[in-house]
């Protein structure tokens, strides 16, 4: 049974290329955080490390873990599957731990239907603007120009789901956007107040979806 000293589930969302990633492995950084590594079909990047970044399976692997009931959740994102196993963030929870996930709204929306007892906090990163977000995913997959273009036609979709989370930040800049996080957590943790101007988030996302 979950109780006081418990860790808490932090979700960080985000459409494709808005820096969450770097985002969850600086708050990993912190006493007590521990990032819940995903399993995915998906081929590693150059730069991404097996068992640390994700567990890359083939989908026979993945379906068997379905099947299993090992996921606390799973979804298809750009044709590939990934998920969050329940056993490592149950455990790491129940030993104090906060688990940071680096999902999509999808598996977001699964975590919070489970309604578990362990307190949860939902974030949901936004670039500045589209331009910078083209250049940003343009920068990461040099390769195939493709990807990027497929990626931007997914954002004006994926950005519609902000309305679900608990907080919206705008990262224009890394290290500013990390101390927003961070405040709001702790604030959350210990029942403080909370810096958080919700019209100015507003009429940001009227502009990128404009
Ligand atoms: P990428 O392929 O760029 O690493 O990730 C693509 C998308 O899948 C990102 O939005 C990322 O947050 C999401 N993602 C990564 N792991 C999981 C997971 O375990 N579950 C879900 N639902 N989404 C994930």
Redo the contacts with the bound molecule.
């Keep these: 049974m979950p109780i006081d000293n418990d860790g808490v589930m932090i979700i960080l ?2 459409p ?1 290329g808005a820096g ?2 770097t985002l969850v492995k600086l708050l990993s950084k912190l006493d007590d955080f521990e990032i ?1 590594i ?3 079909t ?1 081929k590693p990047r150059q730069n991404e490390i097996p068992n640390k970044d ?1 567990y890359f399976v083939n989908e026979k692997e993945f379906k068997r873990l379905i099947k299993n009931q090992e996921f606390l ?3 298809k ?2 044709n ?1 599957f ?3 196993t329940r056993t490592p963030v149950i455990n790491s929870l129940n030993n104090g731990k906060n688990v940071l ?4 709204w ?3 929306d ?1 975590i919070k239907n489970k309604k578990l007892d362990y307190k949860l906090i939902t974030f949901f990163i936004l670039p500045p603007s589209k331009k910078i977000l083209f250049e940003r995913l343009s920068n990461r997959d040099m390769k195939d120009k493709l990807i990027a273009e497929e990626r931007m036609k997914q954002f004006d979709h994926d950005v519609l789901h902000w309305i679900n989370y608990d907080y919206v930040i705008i990262n224009n800049d890394i290290e500013n956007c990390y101390q927003k996080i961070y405040s709001l957590i702790q604030a959350e943790i210990k029942n403080g107040s909370k810096d958080y101007d919700k019209d100015f988030i507003r009429s940001h996302i009227e502009k990128l979806t404009s």
């Design positions: 969302s985000s494709s969450k990633t819940s995903s399993h995915t998906r994700y959740e799973y979804a994102v750009f590939n990934y998920g969050s996930f680096d999902i999509d999808q598996g977001a699964q």
